[in-house]
């Protein structure tokens, strides 16, 4: 059994309810609730992998609207003891997504607890070698591989990141969850 897990109801509105081999979790937004709505999960049950998917802002330019594999998270809103962004202080800066399909398609996504929606706040993130930007991947990562469950991520990008990207993201969401789901429909054959 694998655990299909999305931060929030409108990115699985293409998904039927009951998906064959699947449970659902649906986690709320950001780094906190994902964290302790995926750890309450995995410590219930056993699952041979968790399949996230959402959506995501797109921060670099050269990325096309499309659904990409996440194979490694990286925080942008942290800081360590001596001012380095991106660092935290007790926890890995880079976490790596155990279930990434090892593809031209795979990259890397920066997770903060702030939807990104303007250019000075890219241009921040940008520099750490992220390409795409969301609130909850690195928790979702950092907690299977505190279980040992391989997680595969999917991300398909909603929006710029900037000049109001909230309202695109409200006009994209329900496209984005149809592209996820023909993946997933194509990589699972469900």
Avoid at 149 to 171: C, E, G, H, N, Y
Wanted: charged fraction near 20%; charge should be negative.
């Amino acid at each position: 059994m694998r655990l299909l897990v999305a931060a929030l109801d409108a990115e699985l509105v293409a998904f039927p309810a009951d998906l064959p081999g699947f449970d659902r979790l649906v986690t709320g937004p950001g780094k906190l609730q994902a964290t302790f709505a995926l750890t309450r999960a995995l410590d219930a049950k056993s699952y041979e992998e968790v399949l996230v998917v959402g959506t995501a802002g797109a921060i670099d330019p050269a990325l096309e609207p499309a659904v990409y594999d996440i194979d490694a998270a990286i925080q942008h809103d942290v800081t360590d003891i001596d001012g380095v962004v991106g660092q935290h202080v007790s926890l890995p800066a880079r976490v790596t997504v155990a279930g990434a399909s090892p593809s031209a398609s795979a990259v890397t996504i920066a997770t903060g607890d702030h939807f990104v929606d303007g250019a000075e706040a890219v241009q921040a993130i940008l520099p750490l070698g992220a390409r795409l930007v969301d609130m909850e991947t690195y928790a979702y990562a950092w907690v299977a591989a505190q279980f040992g469950v391989p997680i595969r991520v999917l991300k398909a990008v909603s929006d710029r990141a900037q000049d109001d990207a909230i309202t695109d993201w409200r006009a994209a969401v329900a496209a984005c969850s149809a592209q996820l789901r023909d993946t997933v429909r194509a990589d699972y054959g469900v």
